[in-house]
């Protein structure tokens, strides 16, 4: 059973469309991350949810917009992608209340924008 | 909030080589430490952590880190390379209080070559 899993693995759009990628995470973690990694592999946070509740916003353009339906999920979506967006886009989660135990991290979002 | 520098962006070592690679954080409060491996192409993977106690913090795969507090490093070590370890090694960094993200170094490309 995959702990964090995103979907989809690759994704390759053009310029303008809009995407989302999901999240599903199947820990009980209360807890749940996007990190952007650039073409330099550093990584970034995003957003944070906790309990479906945002709470951490990053400085991110507002095309990106985050949705948590539920706290084992936290689903991205991107407005009128860019050249710039291109990106791996990673889904973590943790227990807010046990963080020293770190983040679990899923395979990772590679989009590719054109 | 807090920040993490490493030094080495990329490291050569022969197979059976010792391995160091420099971590130094920012921060003024409490943190714990981590260090996260990506191998190519995959997710991150937690190596090990430090939240308290002994500073030398044993982790997989025959790693090892030492937090020094008075030099704010949390600096990683191996004794004995092999091809095995190529990856990219990021060091991480979260307050001990508050809704601080975990923040990551831009990491250190490993190559081992035979």
């Not at chain 2, 190519?40 to 993977?45: T, V």
């Not at chain 2, 008075?70 to 004794?79: A, E, H, I, T, V």
């Amino acid at each position: 059973d995959t702990a964090v899993s995103q979907t989809p693995k690759y994704l390759v759009t053009q310029m303008g469309n809009d995407k989302s990628i999901k999240c599903e995470q199947n820990l009980g973690h209360d807890t749940m991350y996007w990190y952007k990694q650039d073409s330099k592999k550093f990584l970034k946070i995003m957003f944070s949810y906790n309990n479906k509740e945002l709470i951490i916003n990053e400085t991110v353009p507002n095309r990106f917009s985050p949705k948590s339906p539920d706290k084992a999920h936290l689903n991205l979506h991107i407005n009128s992608l860019e050249l710039g967006d291109s990106a791996v886009y990673f889904c973590a989660s943790s227990q807010k209340d046990m963080f020293f135990y770190g983040y679990t991290f899923g395979s990772g979002t590679r989009l590719t924008v054109v | 909030a807090q920040s993490v520098s490493q030094h080495n962006h990329h490291v050569i070592l022969s197979e059976a080589a010792s391995l160091e690679l420099g971590c130094n954080y920012s921060y003024g409060g409490t943190v714990n430490l981590f260090w996260y491996v990506q191998y190519p192409g995959q997710h991150l993977q937690l190596l090990l952590k430090y939240f308290s106690g002994d500073p030398l913090v044993k982790g997989i795969k025959g790693f090892e880190a030492e937090f020094i507090k008075s030099k704010f490093s949390f600096n990683l070590r191996k004794p004995s390379v092999q091809w095995s370890d190529t990856a990219e090694y990021f060091c991480a960094v979260i307050a001990n209080s508050g809704n601080t993200p975990l923040v990551f170094g831009k990491g250190t490309r490993l190559s081992v070559i035979a």
